[in-house]
């Protein structure tokens, strides 16, 4: 199983990720914008994720809640720039916990002989939001949302290995 | 007149500027917000200012199209990130003439005394993007409509002096 790989230089604002999964890119783009399969992966295996809202077009806005086993409930919110496509999507994101601090992520699906590579690069307001965003265990988290993401696409879509 | 002041360090891809305006915030965040009177000051006298949409609300979309003496027209457009308040507010930004770099631009008004500064910071998903929007004569062309801005108020709210 691949893990993700994170880019995070000293000094910039950026956090770069990549992860290649075994499927199409429609599949994965399927999976990161239809609600019904995104509560399935993304995010920590501990929580339970609630979507608010999730409107997947140019201006549309979305919130999910993840909801810990203490019923506490953290909330992220943002907004779709332009049309989302499988060639890629852009969207703002918000922590509601700590709120003021707006992040711009773009994420591409780069599909090459059946497989996928998901690229991420989000940018920040301050180096500071970027560093806190990494010391917040982000890659992690995310990556084990891709291992769950992982295992829903081979229910979707077993590989003939 | 009061000048912009603009800061663009280099190596991070962060522009900031700030302009004081003689007037409260509640009519600059208008002359920000009302179609009406954005068409009347944003951007070079050179240009007149078409309004595509500006829709004024969490996920509204926004674009404007700016059209040269010669007829041709350069396009921009965004969404809002958050609901756009007196306080400030946060929208993506992409100029069609180069399409697939966004920037997050917050913009905040700052009331003391009945005068108002407006700040913004944007920051770019490069430094060379970042870096290619100082060298498009950015700042110049945001200080000339400021300029427009300042004699829109005037007009608006006279001021005593």
Redesign the interface.
Same mark, same amino acid.
Request: net charge negative.
């Given at each position: 199983m691949a893990k993700i790989e994170v880019t995070a230089e000293p000094? /910039?604002? %950026?956090i770069d990720t990549a992860r290649q999964f075994d499927a199409p890119r429609d599949l994965l783009f399927r999976a990161f914008t239809d609600p019904e399969l995104l509560v399935q992966w993304l995010g920590p295996r501990k929580y339970t994720m609630k979507i608010d809202r999730y =409107?997947v077009r =140019? @201006? @549309? #806005?979305w919130r999910y809640l993840h909801q810990g086993a203490d019923g506490n409930e953290f909330g992220f919110h !943002? $907004? %779709?720039? !332009?049309t989302p496509s499988p060639e890629g999507m /852009?969207q703002?994101f918000?922590f509601e916990g700590v709120p003021g601090h707006? #992040?711009?992520d773009?994420i591409v699906f780069e599909e090459r002989d059946g497989r996928t590579v998901v690229r991420s690069?989000s $940018?920040?307001?301050s /180096?500071e939001d970027r560093d806190a965003m990494v010391q917040s265990g982000m890659a992690e988290g995310m990556d084990e949302g891709y291992d769950r993401l992982e295992e829903l696409i081979a229910r979707l879509a077993p590989v003939h290995s």
């Amino acid at each position: 199983m691949a893990k993700i790989e994170v880019t995070a230089e000293p000094g /910039v604002p %950026f956090i770069d990720t990549a992860r290649q999964f075994d499927a199409p890119r429609d599949l994965l783009f399927r999976a990161f914008t239809d609600p019904e399969l995104l509560v399935q992966w993304l995010g920590p295996r501990k929580y339970t994720m609630k979507i608010d809202r999730y =409107d997947v077009r =140019d @201006g @549309g #806005s979305w919130r999910y809640l993840h909801q810990g086993a203490d019923g506490n409930e953290f909330g992220f919110h !943002g $907004v %779709f720039h !332009g049309t989302p496509s499988p060639e890629g999507m /852009v969207q703002t994101f918000e922590f509601e916990g700590v709120p003021g601090h707006v #992040s711009l992520d773009a994420i591409v699906f780069e599909e090459r002989d059946g497989r996928t590579v998901v690229r991420s690069h989000s $940018v920040y307001q301050s /180096v500071e939001d970027r560093d806190a965003m990494v010391q917040s265990g982000m890659a992690e988290g995310m990556d084990e949302g891709y291992d769950r993401l992982e295992e829903l696409i081979a229910r979707l879509a077993p590989v003939h290995s």
